[in-house]
């Protein structure tokens, strides 16, 4: 994500973030248990990207006030 997707998440409604973020969660989920089985490298989903994206919409989250 760019600059330019973190002032999208600041547009983006509260309700909405905290759909993103639950879906982030899920994804990350699913992605370590793919890796955790032995699934092939090339096509996992990289962890660490969707890791940086929980933390981006937690720091809008934090901006407004709210702690999730």
């Known amino acids: 994500m760019t600059?330019?997707?973190m002032e999208e998440l600041r547009k983006m409604s509260t309700e909405?973030?905290?759909k993103r973020?639950?879906?982030l969660?899920?994804?990350l989920?699913?992605?370590?248990?793919?890796l955790s089985m032995g699934?092939?490298?090339e096509k996992a989903i990289p962890v660490k990207n969707i890791r940086k994206n929980i933390a981006r919409v937690?720091?809008?989250l934090r901006e407004r006030g709210l702690k999730y």
């Open 29 to 34: 989920f699913k992605a370590r248990t793919q």
């Open 25 to 27: 969660k899920l994804e």
């Open 3 to 5: 600059r330019k997707t």
């Open 58 to 60: 937690l720091t809008v």
């Open 21 to 23: 973020l639950n879906e």
């Open 39 to 41: 699934g092939p490298p």
């Open 16 to 18: 909405a973030l905290i």
